[in-house]
């Protein structure tokens, strides 16, 4: 591995900083980043846009911060000033972990493949594959590339750019870094598919308080989102008062620490907004502890009357699967409308009495008929049987007088920390 260090430490010689290449350099990296997001986006989108973007907000950053520091402190030279890189290459250790770098690349493209679903459970269309597998034509060009030019001077025990081929170890130096970096954005993907993965393990069991496993399965088994902020506060901050801990605490200490965490559990509240919003609909439907409890026993002990990868029907509810925290209840159904034209293209609502409604697109019709037609029986069967001319007020919730009263708190803190540390 020090050859190699010493290898990619070629790149950072500040001799090429702000040389003939940097332009093509900048325009390539930028390049090969916005296709990977591009593309990504497709890997990772959810039905809820929220959360397609909360899961998409860490590779983005990470990717255009990367991409900008690269530029800067990374350079090819020219051709004509790479001699340095040229003897670098007739390393025989150097070549065999450029060859390792091919390789890794192919193990770490497949398990990227498999982990979004693609070949294992037949969730993509052919063409998402085919556009998937044509996204990554420059990774294939870097791969082969680096996997020649090493088993080349394995096979001979020379190194290919002799004098005349100049341009060749230029494109090659281009491609070994590009493809470094695109092993770095599989592994992040790799990561961003491993925490924001939906805890689905988890069962509910008779005897269990459904109200109290319904927020834990929802707020940390099933939103990623919530779940991860809270990780990373909880990994930021704990070290943080540990350490003013061990120093000792003075006022403007303890003063940092409560803020800091009362920050915490602000943004912490708030991404769980959504989430609280939705289980306060068991208050809208009636006595919530029962209907709650049914929920759990039809859901997650009993066989549904249908079940699909989007959706899954029991007696009394409707789940949207590809959506955190996103149910109806069949007993408050209204209507179902036909299909109509909606923001350039077709689609079918069920609207229920309680101002929810779940939207269906075309393409999931053919999957979707067993749906329609239990809420045909729902409404040929109980019509008019919920006409409750309603909107139905409850108390305030705990979450929304809590969130609150941590906003007060924190305009105050904004007030009077300030003059207090003075």
Request: aromatic fraction near 18%.
């Amino acid at each position: 591995m020090q050859e190699f260090n010493s290898f990619i430490k070629l790149y950072l010689d500040e001799d090429y900083f702000f040389n003939g290449s940097l332009v093509v350099w900048m325009l390539l990296l930028y390049a090969n980043v916005i296709l990977y997001m591009i593309d990504f986006y497709a890997l990772v989108k959810r039905k809820s846009t929220g959360e397609t973007f909360s899961i998409l907000a860490l590779p983005c950053l990470a990717s255009v911060c990367g991409a900008a520091m690269v530029s800067i402190f990374v350079h090819v030279p020219a051709p004509g000033k790479l001699d340095r890189f040229s003897r670098a290459l007739e390393s025989g250790i150097l070549n065999r972990i450029l060859l390792l770098v091919g390789i890794s690349y192919g193990i770490i493209w497949i398990l990227t493949l498999f982990s979004q679903g693609r070949l294992s459970s037949g969730t993509r269309s052919k063409k998402e594959i085919l556009r998937w597998v044509l996204s990554c034509i420059p990774d294939y060009i870097y791969t082969v590339m680096t996997v020649f030019f090493s088993l080349w001077h394995r096979l001979t025990g020379k190194s290919f750019f002799t004098a005349g081929r100049e341009v060749i170890l230029w494109i090659y130096l281009y491609a070994i870094y590009f493809l470094c970096c695109k092993i770095i954005l599989l592994v992040l993907a790799l990561l961003v598919r491993l925490y924001s993965v939906r805890i689905t393990f988890f069962k509910w069991k008779e005897g269990k308080n459904p109200v109290a496993f319904l927020f834990r399965y929802f707020i940390f088994y099933q939103s990623a989102m919530v779940r991860n902020l809270l990780l990373f506060e909880l990994i930021i901050l704990v070290p943080i008062t540990y350490a003013l801990h061990d120093e000792g605490w003075t006022f403007n200490s303890v003063v940092m620490v409560v803020f800091l965490w009362l920050c915490a559990v602000f943004t912490v509240l708030f991404s769980a907004g959504p989430v609280m919003k939705a289980l306060e609909r068991f208050q809208v439907w009636g006595e919530a502890r029962r209907i709650k409890e049914m929920f759990c026993r039809e859901y997650f002990m009993q066989e549904p009357v249908f079940k699909n990868e989007n959706y899954t029907v029991t007696r009394h509810f409707l789940i949207d699967e590809q959506s955190p925290c996103t149910f109806y209840y069949w007993p408050v159904l209204k209507s179902v409308s036909g299909w109509v034209i909606d923001e350039k293209e077709y689609s079918r609502t069920i609207f229920f009495a309680d101002g929810t409604n779940c939207k269906i697109l075309k393409q999931e019709a053919d999957s979707m008929t067993p749906v329609f037609e239990y809420a045909r029986k729902w409404q040929e069967g109980n019509e008019y049987a919920y006409e409750r001319k309603h909107v139905t007020v409850f108390a305030e919730s705990f979450y929304t007088k809590l969130l609150r009263i941590i906003i007060m708190i924190l305009v105050m803190a904004f007030m009077l920390v300030p003059k207090l540390l003075k």
